[in-house]
Structure formats: C-alpha cells, structure tokens
DNA sequence: CGAGTGGTTGAAATCCGTCAAGAATAGTGG
DNA sequence: CCACTATTCTTGACGGATTTCAACCACTCG
C-alpha cells in the first residue's frame, strides 16, 4: 500500500512546518491509513500489542474499565500523539475515535523495532516519543491529585487550550463531550456541568458556544484558589522538545466537522 | 566501578529478565554508586536532566508540588526502577529518598544514549524500561481515578503486595508513612488512616504492625465496593444516553467477603 | 524526660455523586 | 426549511463522603 504522507498532504490543508520531517517518517512505507468514523474501537485491551499508532487528524480517547464496570480516560490523543506502545504483550486500555474525521496511521511494532535496531535516530525518536506520553500521563496524574472538582476542570482547560491552540488567543474548543470529560477526570458528568458554570459565573471564562472557551484569566485558572505567590518557580513551559511534526499547524478549529 | 546489582528486580512483573543479568549491565562502568540518607533530594525539578537513576534498595518517591502548594507524589521507586528519564531538557519532577538504606546508580545520560546508538539491544532495554515507567503511572492513573478513598486505598494495599511481595504469601509491609501515602492517593492523611481502620473493621485485612499487613480478601480490595444492594440492582451502567462502550457486563456476583 | 514524628480519632462544614427532570443542540428525513 | 428525535447539556435536591481543625496517643531519640 503506497501511502499518502500525513505531513504535507491529505487530511489538512496547511500543517507545513517543513523544517523538520517527522519522527517516523523513514517508515512511511510500512504504515496504513486508517480513517476511523465516530466511536470506532482502534485497539481493544487484551489484543496482542502488534500495532504502533499515530494520530493524523481528529480525537482518540485511550480508555480503561475500572474494576466497578466505570470507564476511565487515561489519555486524550490529538494529531501528532502516538499510542500503542505497551511494555507487554498486549494492549492494556483500549483506543477509540471520539470526533469523525479521526484518522490515524498504522505501524507495525515489530517492523518499527528492527528498523530501530539499525537506525539510532529512529531508536532515539522513538524513545522521545515515549517520553512523550510519559509527560501527559504525568500531566493528568497531577490534575486528576487536585482536590476539587473545580480545579481539574479548570486545569483541564488550560492544558487543552495548550495543546490545542496554536495561536495565544487563550480560546479553546474542548474536543470532547462533557460526558467523556467526567470520565477523564474522575468526576460525574453533573459536577463537570456545575463546575464550567461557577468558573464562568467568576469569570475565569468565558462561553462563546457550548464548546467554545475563551479564558480570562489563565493563573486563577491553573492556582485554583488564591494566587500567593509562593509556587514562584520557573513556570516549566510547553517543550516542544522533539522536533514534532506539523502538530501545532492549525489544530484550533478543530471538531467543527461533523458531530 | 563494577558493581553488585540487585539481580532479581522485577521492574516489570511480567516479562522480567531472564536471560541478560540487568538492562544497563554494558553500562555499569560508567555508574556511580550512591547511597541516600532517609529524606535526602536525589534530584530536584528544574534541574538540567543530564542524569538516569537506577534503584539498588530502600524506596524513592517522585514528586511535584502542586499549584495549591501541596506536594503530589506520582510515582514509588522501588529496587529495580529507574528514574530521571525525561522528555525535556529538565526534570519536571523532585526525588527524594523514603527510607533509611536507600541507595541508586547514577549513569550520564549522554554517555547512556550514545552507548545506545551503536547497541541495539541496549537501545530496546531503554525503550522497555520507559514502558515500565508509562504502566506504573497508567495503574497509579487507575488509581486516583476510583471514587472513594476506600477504593484508592485498597487497591494502593493490593499494588504494593504485587510489587514488593517475593512470594504470594498476600502479606505486605507499607513502604511509606501514611502523611506520604495521602500524598500518593491525593486525599487527606486522615482520610488514610480511617480507610485502613474501616479495611480492618471489614475483614478485608488485618495488622501485624502498624505498617504490616495481612490481606485476607483481595478479590473485595480490588473490586472496591462492597457486597450487596449498590452492585446489584442493574446499575451497571449509568447514562444510557450517550454511546457507552457496551462492555461492563462483568458486574455479576461476587461473593461478600466473609472472614 | 521533653521534643518530635507518626498515627489515630472526633466533630463540623463542605463537596460531590446520585437521582430526576428539564433545556438546548444536532441530525435526519421529509 | 421545518418537524421530529436522539443526544448532549444543565439544574435542583438530597444524602453520603471527605476535608479541615482539633486533640490525643504511641514511639523514638537526644
């Protein structure tokens, strides 16, 4: 199967950044293009672990069942993120399209794994790339440590308007349900509601659709409560560390299609 | 600086290792050996992260202070863990030793990537060794996610026989205060404490010592609630509105604890 | 022995999940 | 373009769970 390039094709018009090729792209040849409608399973927790996933377009929620039959979001993937990767055998969680238009590109583990073997780089990349994902599941241990419900919604916003504008516009599209945020952050559904409209009501934030966030004031957002200023440290920043693909290349209007 | 490592860490339950002695072994000249005084910063946040940590013995714990001011621990090092991996330049998080006796390897990053440029197989250990650390905090993910503190607590009980019991013998001596366990699991020091006495009150495990405990129900610890009325009932699934994954079937019976 | 740490317990206020119902929105087909 | 329906989102009420503040106990160490 030939392939047609995310980077500088098919699912969006702009996504250039051409400076730097992204990370798999010496494996273009041995991956498939996967468009996933709405709500598609990608990965099944329990399959054998064969298959190593990047995002191309669209939302991914990477989901486990909790022991009393709840489900629980582990990781929001947007274009650009990778999953699959496993320390077992098998897939622990299981992945699914949360937005249509979701595509993502398919890799064979074990064929990425002896490419790596001959190529450093690649070995290399692909370490970042676990990093990665350590970095946002790091993330959201933090937010999901906060201890009320207020403050993860509002943490939520400020690492989705992170990773989702590439403007500084402070306005962001939630990607996801209500629903499907309760799940990720541990919360119910209602309290996700009640939460939006009391940060609202003090004016944080602002609602230019039901889905559309304008942030007011990002440091009571992310403080929580009152802003001393005792946490006074380098305020660790976005890392675009690895030389990431187009992923910050118009990212913003996103989910307007469909749904 | 050859030096004794800790032969049977099982830094991943799983696939341990068999066959080769330990991951970095090609690398044990350049590591330095370092013991650690109970409570002593190992390395700190913001830090230039030029340095890989490998556990000998005792217990780390890796942490981050939150907005709020209040510490978050989001992951327990045990012997056989590494730490000190990063996506960025710096940590983005504080270690520090938990216990008397503690002791880590210190190797240089740099010189560790470039031993793993031109070794292969060292280069898939890395990899491993970062998936090792992506499913500690998936599962401490799982954790904070459960709904009450109980839950947390229970199933914080059951992670740790799994990771420091040698034999299956469902006995297990709590690596850590309870002030840090309430750190770990986001909930107050009380909160800890009248969880284990309730744990205790149910039958689900008994103290040897104030840090010793005996699990005599795992099923009902892990599975979190109790027997009766609020399983039942068909409540499996709430919201039927919206797209559910189907599966969480697995409500069925469960005998009530007894003993 | 007194100070310090770690652990436990009680009481009050608050927060959140659950249940229930109603509004707003999107999608579909005519 | 409209009606119609399914989904998503919001709001209220209530009870239980957790945080907070406080005090008290056990143990260790100088």
Redesign the pocket.
């Known amino acids: 199967m030939p392939l047609t390039r995310p980077r500088n094709t098919p699912a969006s018009p702009r996504l250039a950044m051409p400076s730097s090729p992204h990370p798999l792209q010496c494996l273009d040849a041995i991956a498939a293009i996967k468009p996933c409608p709405r709500r598609q399973e990608i990965c099944r927790q329990g399959q054998a672990a064969n298959t190593w996933y990047w995002v191309l377009s669209g939302v991914a929620l990477r989901c486990v069942i909790k022991p009393d039959g709840r489900r629980q979001i582990v990781d929001l993937l947007f274009r650009g993120d990778f999953f699959g990767l496993t320390a077992g055998a098998e897939y622990d969680y299981t992945v699914e399209s949360a937005a249509a238009g979701t595509v993502v590109a398919e890799y064979s583990r074990k064929h990425v794994e002896i490419q790596a073997d001959s190529n450093p780089q690649l070995a290399r990349e692909l370490r970042q790339i676990t990093f990665d994902g350590l970095t946002r599941l790091q993330k959201q241990l933090m937010i999901l440590g906060r ?4 403050q993860k919604v509002a943490s939520f916003i400020v690492d989705m308007a992170d990773r989702l504008s590439i403007d500084c516009s402070d306005r962001v599209t939630l990607p996801i ?3 499907d945020i309760a799940d990720y952050l ?6 996700v ?2 939460a ?2 009391d940060l609202k009501d003090r004016g944080l934030i602002r609602f230019t659709g ?2 559309v966030i304008q942030i007011m004031d990002r440091e009571a957002l992310q403080d929580g409560e009152y802003d001393d200023v005792l946490k006074r440290t380098g305020r660790t920043e976005r890392i675009p560390a690895h030389p990431l693909p187009a992923r910050l290349a118009r990212t913003e209007s996103r989910t307007a299609s ?2």
């Open positions: 201890i009320t419900a207020e349900s209500r629903y541990a919360v119910s559904a209602e309290t509601s009640r939006l409209r039901t889905r469909a749904n």
